[in-house]
């Protein structure tokens, strides 16, 4: 599953959720911190596996 990382604009608070597509996509996602809804997604890297080698 994808780990999707957020800001919160109220309070400065980054966090992370491991969560599938389709739940990322019917979700309103809030801060743990300070249960603001002022968040946004960050733009993060990600690291792959395959079966063959380059």
Do not use: A
Request: charged share 30%; with cysteine.
């Amino acid at each position: 599953m994808p780990v999707y990382e957020f800001k919160c604009h109220k309070c400065d608070h980054n966090f992370s959720l491991v969560i599938s597509i389709s739940e990322y996509e019917k979700r309103k996602f809030t801060c743990p911190k300070c249960k603001s809804e002022k968040v946004k997604r960050q733009l993060s890297s990600f690291q792959t596996i395959t079966s063959k080698k380059s």
